[in-house]
């Protein structure tokens, strides 16, 4: 009788979890604690209602985390993957349930490695803000039940829908597991590999439904922030030999390499192309260079010039650093530039103004130091002549 009130009960929060009827939060919660409660000790033994009491554990994990209580949900969620591993053993339905319960882990665990967009927190870069070693042990943590989730999916049958779109849909989540821990070329693989399935997935007209469509547009939003990343040798090179560049971004990868001051007859021999269709696409497309000079103040913050030294202009076939020269020697001989012995610094950016890890150029000045140093995002690239821009 106690377990059929029981399931009664998580009939009635089945209803409330899709908001019908409409319930506060405080009325939500206290009826999934009690929920809860009701289903614990008749889930013993029982490998259906153990799964179910998994499902539950989840809904409790997800309200932590949007409330902003992480380690309840990171609670939560482990004991919702620990009642569902072995009801997954044995059921198709309980399996799903496992893996997105994994996945759940996963986003979870790697919270800290995102800012508040949901875009990677860290650049990565050598002498750049890193993470905590927590932090990095709980991103490794997430990769690794991300790669617990896709195991499971692997083992269903894979010719259900269903089943290929929870796999599709694991692929996606290690793709930003990896970017969140500074690992932009595995993760541009598995963006890329994950739009191919949801390709073969979603026969035409499907893709034109509004939910496919978005997630495909999600999905090549990311894959272009990622290959931005990349570097060229070992990065967007390696991606091409393994046909993991698609063909349409092709362009995007040139100018990426030139940026990064690489010669167009190594981007050529690199990127598998003729020299000439090389000099083409640096000609037709455009980089949008964003930069910002900062002033340090008598209390040691910063502060952002004006207008002409925080903007954004449109680059044709020029690297980041000699964008940077001509910026630098125009704010040197400008009557904005601060007197001795205050310091100021400059970024670069490609497209958008970002945190300064991820800036393709940097130069700071200080009065401790006998000169401007620069700190390149990239390898240091090989100068290489090109248009001025000048930014007023």
């Known amino acids: 009788m106690e377990r059929a009130a029981a399931l009664r009960l998580d009939a009635e929060w089945a209803k409330v979890r899709t908001g019908r009827p409409v319930s506060s939060?405080?009325?939500?919660?206290?009826?999934?604690?009690?929920?809860i409660s009701a289903l614990v000790p008749h889930a013993e033994g029982d490998l259906a209602l153990s799964a179910r009491l998994?499902?539950?554990?989840?809904?409790?994990?997800?309200h932590h985390f949007d409330t902003g209580r992480r380690a309840d949900a990171l609670s939560a969620v482990e004991k919702a993957v620990r009642h569902c591993a072995e009801p997954a053993r044995h059921h198709d339905e309980h399996a799903r349930w496992y893996a997105r319960a994994l996945i759940s882990q996963s986003v979870y665990?790697?919270?800290p490695l995102s800012d508040e967009l949901g875009l990677p927190r860290y650049?990565?870069?050598?002498?750049?803000?890193?993470?905590?070693?927590?932090?990095?042990?709980?991103g490794l943590a997430a990769v690794e039940a991300t790669h617990r989730a896709i195991a499971v999916w692997e083992r269903l049958d894979l010719t259900d829908p269903v089943n290929r779109e929870g796999l599709a849909q694991a692929h996606v989540f290690l793709g930003d597991r990896l970017e969140e821990l500074g690992r932009p070329v595995d993760a541009a693989e598995w963006a890329v590999r994950a739009e191919r399935e949801f390709h073969a997935l979603w026969q035409p007209p499907d893709p034109a439904e509004r939910a496919h469509a978005a997630m495909l547009e999600h999905l090549g939003d990311q894959l272009e922030r990622r290959l931005r990343r990349c570097p060229f040798e070992g990065g967007l090179t390696q991606l091409h030999k393994r046909e993991l560049l698609p063909?349409?971004?092709?362009p995007l990868a040139v100018l990426s390499a030139r940026i990064d001051g690489v010669a167009p007859e190594a981007v050529a021999q690199g990127l598998g192309l003729d020299r000439a269709e090389v000099d083409r696409i640096l000609r037709a497309n455009s980089w949008r260079a964003v930069w910002r000079?900062?002033?340090?103040?008598?209390?040691g913050s910063w502060e952002s010039l004006a207008y002409p030294w925080r903007g954004m202009d449109a680059v044709t076939d020029c690297t980041a650093e000699a964008v940077a020269?001509?910026?630098?020697?125009?704010?040197l001989h400008s009557p904005d530039v601060p007197p001795e012995p205050t310091g100021w610094r400059f970024a670069l950016w490609w497209d958008e103004e970002g945190h300064l890890d991820g800036s393709r150029f940097r130069m700071t000045s200080a009065p401790s130091s006998t000169g401007p140093s620069t700190k390149a995002s990239t390898p240091p690239p090989s100068p290489s002549p090109a248009p001025s821009a000048d930014p007023s």
């Open 25 to 35: 939060s405080g009325t939500r919660m206290r009826m999934l604690t009690e929920l």
């Open 247 to 250: 063909r349409r971004l092709l």
């Open 109 to 111: 665990l790697a919270e």
């Open 293 to 299: 000079f900062d002033v340090r103040r008598a209390d």
């Open 54 to 62: 998994s499902l539950r554990y989840g809904d409790l994990a997800r």
């Open 123 to 138: 650049a990565f870069r050598p002498h750049g803000e890193q993470p905590c070693a927590e932090d990095r042990l709980a």
């Open 325 to 331: 020269a001509d910026l630098t020697d125009a704010f």
